[in-house]
């Protein structure tokens, strides 16, 4: 994985210090990630790609449940869509 370095001001650092527990590295590492993810997500393209997914997914299940209730009973289709 490439490494880089920051640059903040000596009043951040103290006031970071202040925090000694948290991992600024994988803090910073973390929100890089998310940025980076949140701005592929919100793409046009994976827009498009999300929301045809999601149809595909709506259609074999219609097509799914039409075939389990062609394998029921009558009465077992009224039970089950009541």
Avoid: D
Avoid at 24 to 45: C, D, G, M, V
Avoid at 54 to 71: D, I, M, N, Q, Y
């Amino acid at each position: 994985m490439p490494s880089i370095t920051l640059t903040i001001p000596n009043k951040v650092k103290v006031e970071l210090k202040e925090f000694a527990w948290v991992n600024w590295s994988e803090f910073a590492r973390q929100e890089i990630f998310k940025h980076e993810l949140f701005t592929r997500l919100n793409s046009p393209k994976e827009r498009e790609l999300i929301k045809w997914s999601v149809e595909l997914g709506r259609k074999v299940k219609k097509g799914r449940l039409k075939r389990l209730l062609a394998e029921l009973s009558p009465k077992e289709r009224e039970e089950l869509l009541k």
